[in-house]
């Protein structure tokens, strides 16, 4: 493993539990990212949680699983009635947030909907039935779901519109991509990550030769079409021995939980953690809270970057933009067709005059330019490994000689 992939605990977390759905691309390449970076004897565990019944090979170098084959259950569960209750813990929203003109999180009022079952809360309970899961305490069952879940949450969190409940995380905002009439969350869900996909440079389309790499990535991939992806995203954001990557100066830092301000009342502490459990004063420690350093900066996207256009909330788009027909609430061909991205795109279609386009320099283009969705995804995937490294990283057999240490939050 090279020294530049690894960083010491940086940050303690006690009992980490800690966000609708980047598409299915998003979430996989999510999944990956962690799986990279996961301690061999980690990857073990945590496949041999997911698939209780198989048995698991270490032959060929081969990886035990891939975790991406399970980093979209959570979505595909949540109509099913025993899976209902879970809808809300894919996001959280503040009652005062209205981007791009004000970002609340959670501000006076608190989250808006279910005060604790949201994707922070949900965060921290699924760390924690994995922590006693550890403890022998928890059945094989329970742990199953609950590492499943976190592998999807913890991508839903990185995506900043998970963290807003204006017009449903973006849903209800039309705007057009490259012609498409779709809406502001499926352009962060999807079109810009196929797009990414779309025009990947050719060179990422194969391994990457000897020497640009000396951290295993090739196994851990399945011949997805976002294969390149993940290497571009290894290579130009992770980095090599030889070569500093875009991340490589701030990553160690992802892992951190900022310190965070106290909240005046009790009532809108308890809000925030999302979590009725922790009610001991001697509990109020960053450690609890990270998930909710975490998502607070991430939210500021919507706001900062912004992540919600200013243009939505001015004339000629303000109408249009929040009309209430639900004549989009489908997915349009269209759009269908853009995103998969394995598929040649056909003409651009007429413009929408009405409608605010994103495919633009000024949009789509600064995304592109500062590695944004890439950035979130490498966030969400390190600190998703960080996490099961914490969990279950057995340090008794961790030899520190041999060994670099892997990115771990010590729990
Ligand atoms: C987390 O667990 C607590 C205690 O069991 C529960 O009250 C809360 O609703 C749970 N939150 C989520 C998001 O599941
Ligand atoms: C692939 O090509 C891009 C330019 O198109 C270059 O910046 C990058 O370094 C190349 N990657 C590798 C692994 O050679
Ligand atoms: C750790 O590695 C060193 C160097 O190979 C070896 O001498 C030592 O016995 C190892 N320790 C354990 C606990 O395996």
Redo the contacts with the bound molecule.
């Keep these: 493993m090279r020294s530049t992939s690894t960083v010491a605990a940086a940050a303690v977390l006690s009992a980490l ?1 800690a966000a609708l759905a980047w598409g299915a691309a998003g979430h996989e390449i999510v999944a990956t990212i962690a799986q990279i970076h996961l301690h061999p004897t980690v990857l073990y565990e945590v496949c041999s949680i997911l698939y209780p019944e198989a048995e698991l090979s270490t032959q060929d170098g081969q990886p035990p699983c891939h975790l991406s084959r399970v980093a979209t259950w959570a979505d595909q569960v949540r109509m099913n009635p025993k899976y209902r209750y879970t809808a809300s ?1 894919h996001y959280v929203g503040a009652v005062d947030d209205h981007p791009s003109q004000t970002c609340a999180f959670p501000g006076e009022r608190g989250w808006a909907g279910h005060t ?7 965060v ?2 699924m760390t ?1 039935i994995l922590e006693d899961y550890t403890l022998g305490t928890v059945d094989p069952s329970q742990a199953e779901e609950a590492m499943k879940f976190l592998i999807h949450y913890l991508g839903d969190m990185h995506m900043p519109l998970h963290l807003t409940g204006r017009e449903r995380g973006g849903n209800g905002a039309k705007v057009t991509f490259d012609g498409r009439m779709t809406n502001l969350h499926s352009v962060w869900d999807g079109f810009l990550i196929a797009q990414a996909l779309r025009t990947i440079p050719e060179n990422y389309t194969q391994a990457l030769p000897a020497g640009k790499s000396t951290i295993d990535i090739e196994s851990h991939l399945r011949g997805t079409i976002y294969d390149p992806y993940v290497r571009r995203l290894m290579y130009e954001g992770f980095g090599t021995d030889l070569i500093l990557g875009r991340f490589s100066s701030e990553y160690t830092d992802w892992l951190a939980c900022p310190p965070l301000e106290r909240p005046s009342t009790w009532d809108t502490f308890q809000e925030i953690l ?4 922790v009610k001991d004063e001697t509990k109020w420690d960053d450690d609890a809270l990270c998930p909710y350093s975490w998502a607070k900066e991430l939210h500021k996207l919507n706001c900062e970057f912004p992540v919600w256009p200013r243009e939505l909330d001015q004339p000629p788009y303000s109408h249009a933009a929040y009309s209430t027909s639900d004549e989009h609430e489908e997915h349009t061909h269209d759009e269908e067709a853009y995103l998969d991205a394995s598929n040649p795109l056909g003409r651009r279609p007429q413009p929408h005059p009405d409608l605010f386009e994103l495919d633009t320099p000024e949009y789509a283009g600064r995304i592109r330019s500062q590695w944004i969705v890439e950035r979130l995804l490498a966030m969400a995937g390190i600190r998703l490994a960080a996490l099961l490294n914490g969990l279950f990283l057995d340090v008794e057999s961790f030899n520190s000689t041999t060994e670099s240490t892997p990115v771990v939050l010590s729990l």
């Design positions: 539990p813990m604790d079952v949201n994707v922070l809360g949900a921290r309970n924690t999302g979590f009725q459990r």
